[in-house]
């Protein structure tokens, strides 16, 4: 069953609430960041304790509400990948390259073979950045082969666009006065990114400074004075939701350059903000364990519906959609990376 099969179903029994833990990684340590390979296949992960790890995603077809969770089958494993933790790990939008960054200030990106299902060839450092990396993207033009990695994190609060066909960075924005915890692109020549700075900023490769930002003077201080920990835009590129250390999500209209409604699903701060793929939903994770559905159809300035869908023993982290199949993973304090699922119904 596809995404939009699955979401139209949603709607009509309104059976959100049902998902179920499929598999689970445990780790020595808290696990920060996780990302899908672009076919949905794989997955990888990234853990404080250094390891990073590549795992099989499971099928799904015979699942049940009373589900058994099982690990994961792990294809590659690396232990002291980096020498701190890693903070972030991404996928190009080929599957051929993986990227994770770290706390040691260093970016790793490496080739992935996926007929053998290993990490091949020279692995490529970066050392541009002063502090811990936070977050990166890729953005890729399949019609010229070119892959381009954008990072930001701490320290020098700047962000770095690097080839990564030479492994330079070529380009550099500044512009925040705060960490940049979240980036996130949705061309291929556009990203976003969200500030400890409590500022939202827009960026064009094309352009040398951000096109456009949303800040605590925004319409009249409509952002408020909250740190930007997470943003997000839907595919069509209509849409930004933004996470705060508040507790608060905010939705902004792209092109109208206005915020349609902010709201507050979780109680503590919320870590990563994340539309379904065909944007019916979305999913948010918090410090107060949980991750919650919010159902974005009909009138967005409404008061929207949000439900728990999982829950962890510690603090939410990271959460990443499958990019077809309506399931999802999140990452936690707790130790553990989980796979929940909808069964067939």
Request: aromatic content about 10%.
């Amino acid at each position: 069953m596809n995404t939009d099969e699955r979401d139209t179903n949603l709607r009509e029994s309104d059976d959100r609430s049902h998902f179920v833990a499929v598999t689970t990684i445990s780790d020595s340590q808290a696990i920060r960041s996780v990302d899908f390979h672009p076919d949905g296949k794989l997955y990888a992960v990234g853990s404080n304790s250094k390891t990073f790890r590549i795992c099989q995603y499971p099928q799904l077809s015979k699942l049940r509400q009373d589900q058994h969770i099982y690990p994961p089958s792990v294809l590659c494993k690396r232990t002291k990948h980096h020498r701190g933790s890693i903070y972030c790990t991404c996928w190009s939008a080929d599957g051929e390259i993986v990227a994770t960054g770290s706390n040691d200030k260093t970016i790793k990106y490496m080739r992935f073979n996926k007929d053998t299902n290993q990490l091949v060839g020279h692995e490529v450092e970066l050392n541009m950045h002063d502090g811990t990396v936070r977050d990166m993207c890729f953005l890729d033009n399949s019609s010229t082969k070119s892959r381009l990695l954008v990072s930001g994190g701490a320290g020098d609060c700047k962000i770095y666009v690097t080839d990564c066909v030479t492994g330079m960075p070529f380009q550099v924005f500044s512009g925040h006065t705060g960490h940049i915890s979240s980036l996130y692109s949705w061309n291929n020549a556009m990203f976003v990114s969200g500030s400890q700075d409590q500022t939202i900023r827009f960026w064009d490769l094309r352009v040398n400074v951000a096109v456009n930002s949303f800040d605590s003077e925004y319409k009249g201080g409509a952002l408020q004075n909250s740190p930007v920990t997470a943003v997000c835009v839907d595919p069509t590129g209509r849409l930004l939701v933004s996470g705060h250390a508040d507790s608060a999500c905010v939705l902004y209209d792209i092109r109208g350059n206005r915020i349609i409604q902010r709201f507050y699903p979780h109680d503590a701060e919320i870590r990563c903000v994340r539309f379904s793929p065909s944007a019916y939903y979305m999913l948010t994770c918090s410090y107060d364990n949980t991750i919650k559905l919010t159902d974005l159809q009909g009138d967005l300035a409404n008061d929207l519906a949000s439900v728990v869908v999982a829950r962890h023993k510690d603090k939410a982290i990271t959460i990443r959609w499958h990019p077809t199949e309506f399931s999802f993973i999140s990452t936690s304090a707790d130790k553990t990376a989980t796979l929940w699922a909808l069964p067939p119904s």
